[in-house]
């Protein structure tokens, strides 16, 4: 089993859509949950962190099911320059001043006109 | 623009030779890593260091051997790679502000490696 599962799509959205991301990991210990975006031929870089309480940016929500091991990224009002790769990210985090990420496969997200 | 930077961007390199990727962050972090992106499959730590010293090494095989001077620099000593090893390595850093778990990433633009 994979730690960190993704669809990996592609999805295919027109602009105005509403569409949501789901992941799944497989250690409970993980402590510390993400969503990056990656840019073709780009670096990725941090979209949003995931609390347990749920968070919200602007359009975009984040879930987070720890009992279920299950995490959500929610895209309302999808633009063009939301076409991206979006990674769900976890941190089996033991402590320490840095972060052992882990990284999903990502899943492809094409937002036409 | 981040404030990581890697150099080389683009290497072709042989099998038999030996090479040096490097990596500079310039936001006063305490903390650099390794990871490795081949097609079609997730982003893979390799290495971290805090403070300069490694601390975390996922069974990486030994032609990849890094070194970090100081906290600012980052390098990955390559010799006798395979053509498996053709991928995207990216650099990162992250701050060491507090004891968290929620710290965040920050990468450099990688350096596109292929191994002929």
């Known amino acids: 089993r994979k730690e960190v599962e993704q669809d990996p799509g592609p999805f295919n959205v027109p602009e105005g859509a509403t569409v949501a991301f789901n992941c799944t990991y497989s250690n409970s210990a993980s402590q510390s949950f993400f969503w990056y975006r990656q840019d073709c031929r780009k670096e990725p870089k941090l979209l949003m962190s995931v609390y347990s309480s749920g968070n919200e940016d602007g359009r975009f929500t984040a879930q987070l099911n720890r009992a279920s091991q299950y995490i959500s990224l929610l895209i309302r009002d999808s633009k063009l320059s939301d076409s991206a790769t979006y990674l769900c990210v976890v941190n089996l985090w033991r402590g320490t001043s840095y972060g052992k990420l882990t990284f999903g496969q990502g899943t492809i997200l094409t937002v036409h006109p | 623009e981040t404030g990581v930077t890697q150099t080389p961007r683009h290497l072709v390199m042989g099998m038999t030779n030996k090479k040096s990727l490097k990596c500079e962050q310039h936001?006063?972090?305490?903390?650099m890593y390794w990871y490795k992106q081949s097609a079609k499959k997730p982003l893979e730590l390799m290495f971290v260091y805090s403070l300069e010293e490694r601390v975390e090494n996922n069974s990486v095989p030994s032609r990849f051997s890094p070194e970090c001077p100081n906290s600012s620099h980052l390098f990955l000593h390559l010799h006798t790679l395979q053509p498996e090893d053709s991928a995207l390595y990216l650099c990162?850093?992250?701050?060491?502000?507090?004891?968290?778990?929620?710290?965040?990433?920050?990468f450099g633009p990688g350096t596109r490696l292929t191994v002929l």
């Open positions: 936001l006063g972090h305490n903390a």
């Open positions: 990162a850093s992250s701050p060491q502000s507090g004891v968290t778990p929620y710290n965040e990433q920050f």
